[in-house]
């Protein structure tokens, strides 16, 4: 079932939490591939109903980043919605989600600001923003997000926890192409030349994630070694590598415990990003 009514969509899972059912929620901006239909069946199997958002949100766009071209096709993600058992798919227009011009930003300042949130500036406040209302009309759930997008899961994380949402935010591990490239709606924008290259950044992860097997802990020698290996991509630009905590998102000195990699490259008009993690062995977390 497509609902575009935020009332209608209230009312549905009042309904179903009064009768004593779980929800699970994906949220999803379309153009779903299987990445999205794994968070869909990982809820499906947690909860009794899930329920899928399918939404463009201009507010997480800077000017001249790709929201008029965002691909789109509602037809075919209610078929792959259909697929993975999702019960109730919540697709507003702009106007729905955004009668008149927002007051209102959430901004999860320390978790947003580094990485992703020094390239694209105004993303995680758009993310933030639109993830609060979402949780807002979906109600008690919990909510399936994909690691690719670490970031992204650390700023709703905080921002649930600190705002007391209730709503439990559940991480699922990255999907990825026989390849090793992450899958991605952006990944359509990637020319023949380009998709052939673009298992660079997989192959960056995995250099840097073999030097902490090896009880590598300077971040930059990590880094340094990352760079080099998207360099030999001739068509790849780098806009960052990081290897930092995994928690805050920082190297505060040597890497210890858990640590996280993180890569973003431009292909052309595409702009990839992915991650991975590891324990530095014999450090303390
Ligand atoms: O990851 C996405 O697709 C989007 O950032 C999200 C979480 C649906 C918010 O628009």
Same mark, same amino acid.
């Not at 999702?86 to 959430?106: H, K, N, R």
């Given at each position: 079932m497509v609902l575009g009514s935020i009332t209608e969509v209230r009312r549905m899972l009042d309904a179903h939490r009064a009768a004593g059912r779980s929800i699970g929620f994906v949220p999803t901006m379309g153009y779903l591939h299987a990445g999205h239909q794994s968070l869909m069946r990982a809820s499906v199997v947690a909860n009794d109903i899930t329920a899928v958002s399918i939404f463009v949100n201009p507010l997480q766009f800077a000017a001249g980043e790709?929201?008029?071209?965002?691909?789109?096709?509602?037809? @075919?993600?209610?078929? @792959?919605?259909?697929?993975?058992? /999702?019960?109730?798919?919540?697709? &507003?227009?702009?106007?729905?989600?955004? &009668?008149? &011009?927002?007051?209102? /930003? /959430?901004?999860?300042? #320390?978790?947003? #600001? &580094?990485?992703?949130?020094?390239? @694209?500036?105004?993303?995680?406040a758009g993310v933030a923003t639109v993830v609060a209302k979402l949780f807002s009309i979906m109600g008690e759930c919990r909510a399936y997000f994909g690691e690719k997008d670490w970031q992204q899961v650390a700023v709703v994380t905080r921002m649930a926890a600190d705002l007391s949402m209730p709503v439990e935010v559940v991480p699922c591990p990255t999907m990825r192409e026989p390849d090793g490239l992450a899958m991605s709606s952006r990944n359509v924008y990637l020319t023949p030349d380009e998709r052939a290259e673009a298992p660079v950044l997989r192959r960056a992860l995995d250099a840097g994630l073999a030097m902490i097997a090896e009880g590598e802990t300077d971040p930059a020698m990590i880094e340094a070694v990352m760079t080099d290996t998207v360099a030999t991509a001739s068509l790849a630009a780098l806009d960052y590598v990081a290897a930092v905590q995994a928690d805050t998102l920082i190297a505060d000195g040597p890497l210890h415990g858990e640590v996280r990699l993180l890569v973003a490259v431009r292909f052309g008009t595409a702009r990839l990003i992915d991650n991975d993690g590891g324990m530095v062995p014999g450090t303390p977390a």
């Open positions: 790709d929201l008029g071209s965002y691909p789109r096709d509602l037809a @075919r993600d209610t078929d @792959r919605c259909a697929d993975a058992g /999702v019960d109730l798919i919540f697709a &507003p227009s702009v106007e729905e989600m955004y &009668p008149g &011009p927002m007051a209102t /930003v /959430v901004d999860v300042a #320390s978790v947003a #600001s &580094p990485l992703e949130g020094a390239f @694209r500036p105004e993303h995680f």
